[in-house]
């Protein structure tokens, strides 16, 4: 892999927050990375880009309701248990 600020070939695997789009949401996903030694710059190769995708999905996977299987943050949420759910006050 070259690196598309600098042209620099030597990288390190490393870990890092990635903002992802899926499903209307905007999810900041910790996922493996490949990083320049000389500049910084961040890619993936085709196994990082995989691990990101499914890291994507887990987490939105997170936020569905478990009765329901709907994501009340991007989808009407009309389950009987939508009112249990809007009333949980734990952070």
Known sequence: MLCFRCGGE?????????????RGNTYIVNTPVSECVDCGWQGMD???????VKRTKAK?????CSHCQKNP?????????????????ET
């Not at 939105?60 to 569905?64: A, E, Q």
């Not at 943050?73 to 006050?89: F, G, M, N």
């Open 46 to 52: 085709n196994g990082e880009a995989d691990e990101l």
């Open 73 to 89: 943050a991007s989808e009407p949420h009309t389950c009987p248990y939508a009112e249990e759910i809007a009333d949980d006050s």
């Open 10 to 22: 030597h990288f390190v695997k490393k870990m890092a927050d990635v903002e992802q789009l899926y």
């Open 60 to 64: 939105w996977k997170d936020g569905l």
